[in-house]
């Protein structure tokens, strides 16, 4: 499958943005998708993953409560929504993807455990 992210851009801190993730290819509903971000100097992170049918979700531990991510299986596309952005939220932001036959429906959030990535969508967050 491969995977274009969209919907970055520069926001105040405090603001909100949604990221867009637009599969093609294969059909989108066979994929466990998740959302790592980078920011300049550091390592690739784990931000959230969503399940096939979008029933089960699992976030790293920062932006509980602050992100969400959801799917629409008819539109091939995930959203990454991001509220109450702070700086440090500055990242390039990459959707990932991987078949349920190989996750056996579990939740990855290791980037080795994804297979397919989108090209990332810089936020950057002022103060």
């Known amino acids: 499958v491969q995977l274009q992210a969209s919907g970055g851009g520069l926001v105040q801190a405090g603001g909100s943005l949604s990221l867009s993730c637009a599969a093609s290819?294969?059909?989108?509903?066979?994929?466990?998708m998740g959302w790592f971000r980078q920011a300049p100097g550091k390592e690739r992170e784990f931000v959230a993953v969503i399940s096939w049918s979008g029933d089960n979700t699992n976030y790293a531990d920062f932006p509980k409560g602050q992100f969400t991510v959801s799917r629409d299986n008819a539109k091939n596309t995930g959203y990454l929504q991001m509220n109450s952005l702070k700086p440090e939220d500055t990242a390039i932001y990459y959707c990932?993807?991987?078949?349920?036959?190989?996750?056996?429906?579990?939740?990855?959030?290791?980037?080795?455990?994804?297979?397919?990535w989108g090209q990332g969508t810089l936020v950057t967050v002022s103060s």
């Open positions: 990932a993807a991987e078949s349920i036959w190989r996750t056996l429906l579990g939740l990855p959030s290791n980037p080795n455990d994804f297979s397919s």
């Open positions: 290819g294969d059909t989108f509903s066979n994929y466990v």
